[in-house]
């Protein structure tokens, strides 16, 4: 498979970038993108909430009343979680919610969300380009000539750029990555990929099958 590949400008070049079928085309596997991205919004969870059970609470440990003979409920000392101020029974604790899946799993699930853009037609290639300084209206100025501006759009680079990431950082619906740092989740919440003609050589000696 070809695509044509752009300019910063947004014009088309005379160059054409040829895609591996394997990691371009390759058959979506939905339950592998779930899995992925499932673990992705896992590992974003902060898992800090704690509540103070009733060992942890500073009290009295006095029993209130006597055991038998008053007619009422038995009940222990004050930080008994039925009284106001007492410990929280069955309390959140902190924890880590994420969980681990197979490496090739997590590649299928790549495969396969590359594959809907592409099938999408949300695929968008570009030459490789650099910015002098981190400033935003640059990176703004070529999502606009490429009709992206506004829109959540993804930039995959071959390698971690600190100027581009730094210059695309206060647009809110704009994302730089590099090609070894992509995930599913990202790959499909943006509306618009981008990726640089050195990212796509990249992404195939990840992805593609060894011969």
Do not use: W
Not at 7 to 28: Q, R, W, Y
Not at 94 to 123: I, M, T
Not at 138 to 152: K, M, P, Q, S, V
């Amino acid at each position: 498979m070809e695509l044509p590949v752009l300019s910063i400008a947004g014009k088309k070049t005379s160059k054409k970038a040829t895609l591996n079928d394997d990691v371009f085309s390759f058959e979506p596997n939905d339950h592998a993108v779930y899995l992925d991205v499932k673990q992705y919004l896992a590992q974003q969870r902060q898992g800090t909430s704690k509540a103070k059970e009733r060992s942890e609470i500073r009290g009295s440990r006095k029993k209130l009343r006597r055991q038998k003979g008053t007619g009422s409920a038995r009940v222990g000392d004050i930080k008994n979680p039925i009284f106001r101020g007492g410990g929280r029974a069955f309390g959140p604790r902190p924890q880590d919610h994420g969980f681990k899946l197979n490496k090739k799993l997590k590649q299928v699930a790549r495969k396969s969300a590359l594959s809907y853009k592409v099938k999408d037609e949300c695929l968008t290639i570009i030459e490789d380009f650099k910015l002098e300084a981190p400033k935003t209206k640059e990176y703004a100025r070529i999502l606009a000539n490429l009709d992206f501006n506004g829109t959540r759009s993804l930039l995959i680079l071959a390698e971690n750029d600190s100027i581009i990431a730094l210059a695309a950082r206060n647009l809110p619906k704009a994302t730089v990555i590099s090609a070894a740092h992509m995930n599913t989740y990202q790959i499909l919440n943006a509306k618009d990929l981008i990726v640089s003609e050195s990212a796509i050589k990249e992404i195939e000696k990840l992805f593609a099958k060894k011969l």
